[in-house]
């Protein structure tokens, strides 16, 4: 059973960049995609970034990609997403997740792949 606890998120302007942080616990971190989603109020949750186990190969959301970095040290079982050049859009509960089944560039970007999730941070970004 991993356990997952996010951390970083904050009230920012339109521009600013911001990190957010997700420690894990209870498993072998090494083994496990790990993946940032969002869910603005009366959205669904979608899919942000993810990056494999070893941190060589990472995916994006089209909305994100250029600006937001996502990034993990297996020996401090954190991964992390960098958020630059923030903009209002970008308010949402962030959540972590953590799966270490079999995973494809398609199916990594799934909300109901992975199996284990953190209680979310609040990212707000005013215009």
């Known amino acids: 059973q991993v356990q997952l606890v996010e951390s970083g998120g904050g009230l920012v302007q339109a521009g600013d960049s911001l990190r957010l942080s997700c420690a894990a616990s209870?498993?072998?971190?090494?083994?496990?995609?790990m993946a940032w989603f969002r869910q603005a109020p009366g959205e669904d949750r979608g899919f942000v970034a993810a990056i494999n186990s070893s941190g060589g190969r990472t995916y994006y959301a089209d909305s994100v990609k250029g600006r937001f970095a996502i990034s993990r040290d297996n020996a401090k079982n954190t991964v992390y997403l960098e958020m630059n050049s923030l903009k209002p859009e970008d308010t949402a509960v962030y959540y972590c997740a953590a799966d270490n089944t079999y995973y494809t560039p398609l199916s990594v970007r799934s909300l109901s792949r992975y199996a284990y999730w953190g209680q979310g941070t609040q990212v707000t970004v005013s215009s």
């Open positions: 209870g498993g072998t971190f090494s083994g496990y995609t």
